[in-house]
Structure formats: C-alpha cells, structure tokens
C-alpha cells in the first residue's frame, strides 16, 4: 500500500502553506487542512462503499470489511447525510438544480425528493455542462418527463406535499441522497473542489435501480458515454481560458 505523508510531512505542508510564523495562522492553517482531509476522506471511502454497493455486496459484507456493525455502515453511509457539509461544495447552478427539483415534485404532487426530480431539474440550467450532455445526445426536459410518468407518476394535490417541500430538511429520498453524496465523490475523481453538475450527472449511475438511472439508459445515455461527453466538455472549456 502507498504510504501517505507522515506527520513531519504534514506539519511542513500546514507552515509552508501558511506562509508565517505567527502561531495562530499556523493553527488556522492547520484546522483547515485536517477539516479538508477529513471531507475527502470521507468522501473517498464513500465512493468505494457505493461501488462495492454497486456491485452487489451486502452491508453485512461491507461492514466485515470496515470492521464496524451493519447498523454503524448503513448508518453512516446510507441513512446520513449532512446537507450543509456537501452543499458548501456545490456551484451556483448546482444549487440552483436543487431549487428547481423542489418545484418539480411539487408540480408532481410528490412530497418527497427523488432522482427523477434531480434529473429534471438540470434542464433548469440549459447552460449547465450537464444539461449540455443530455441535449448533445437527443435527451430532452420533454422526453424525460415522459420516461419519468409511469415510472413515478404524478398523485392528486395533498396538504402533505406542501409540508413536506417546506420544511427545514428537504425530504430526499435515500437514493436521491446518495446522488447527492456522490456527485462530492465524482468531482474527488476528477480532481476537482467544487461539485458541479456534470458530478450530479455521473452520480446518477452510482445505483441502477434509481429512477434517474433507469431513464438515462432507457434513453440512450448509459455510464461510459456520460463521462466521455463530461470530459470532453471539460477540457474544451479548459483549452478556451
């Protein structure tokens, strides 16, 4: 195994970053530097837990592994999710994404949040690298609106709808939750420290049995295509600064 830096490693990496020999900015320096490993650590082992999800192991599996109980996995990687520490990461439209999700399963009469709202709430950003993709490959907000009905069909109008969209937590559901953990996971991959929506994108094919997921292949855009299309998309926005 690669070994990571050492601690005198670490330490010469926080003063050099630091750039002074005032203790409290080296303090500063610190904290924000272990804050940083801690988030991408997290976020590293969560990307293999999801693929090790994704290839069929159980969480009985999974936690032999990690070497803590099945409840402690499940409840770390698939029932928790801090929203402000993975939104502090999103980019603008990302957010925006979100915003626009919300009216989507209000519209739908849906009081949850799930990844067929996510996934049409990109085409709120028609400048977006994702939503790029999606019509650059004949993927319209029409037709996936359309793959979306009989696969989470619109209910009647219900109290409950607005309650839920208004409180304090927004209600996704597991699945849309682990998009959301992801895409921070995708853009870690691509060397990226923001999360955009081309990481949203890519999260989606994180579980196959996600709405999202399922239109996305039913309409042509499977996994490997998406991340070639993202990673052209990217460096041709990086050969043109």
Do not use: C
Request: proline letters at 5%.
């Amino acid at each position: 195994m690669t070994p990571g830096p050492d601690l005198q490693q670490l330490i010469d990496t926080i003063r050099d970053d630091a750039a002074s020999d005032d203790v409290l900015t080296q303090l500063g320096a610190a904290a924000t530097t272990i804050n940083e490993l801690t988030s991408t650590s997290d976020a590293a082992l969560g990307y293999f837990v999801d693929r090790a999800r994704g290839a069929g192991k159980s969480w009985v599996e999974i936690s032999a592994v990690l070497g803590v109980s099945k409840q402690a996995a499940h409840k770390r990687f698939a029932d928790s999710w801090t929203a402000t520490a993975v939104l502090d990461r999103y980019t603008p439209r990302t957010k925006a994404v979100l915003g626009a999700a919300k009216e989507v399963a209000r519209g739908l009469n849906h009081p949850f949040l799930g990844t067929e709202h996510l996934l049409l709430g990109l085409f709120s950003q028609p400048e977006s690298i994702a939503t790029r993709v999606l019509v650059a490959h004949g993927i319209t907000e029409e037709a996936v609106a359309a793959a979306v009905a009989p696969l989470s069909p619109a209910k009647g109008p219900s109290k409950d709808v607005e309650a839920a969209l208004s409180a304090g937590n927004p209600p996704y559901t597991r699945k849309a939750a682990h998009v959301l953990q992801g895409a921070v996971a995708e853009a870690l991959v691509l060397g990226h420290n923001y999360v955009g929506t081309e990481h949203l994108l890519l999260a989606f094919y994180r579980d196959s049995g996600s709405v999202a997921t399922e239109v996305l292949t039913g309409l042509g855009l499977d996994e490997p295509a998406a991340a070639a299309a993202i990673r052209a998309a990217l460096d041709e926005l990086t050969q043109a600064k």
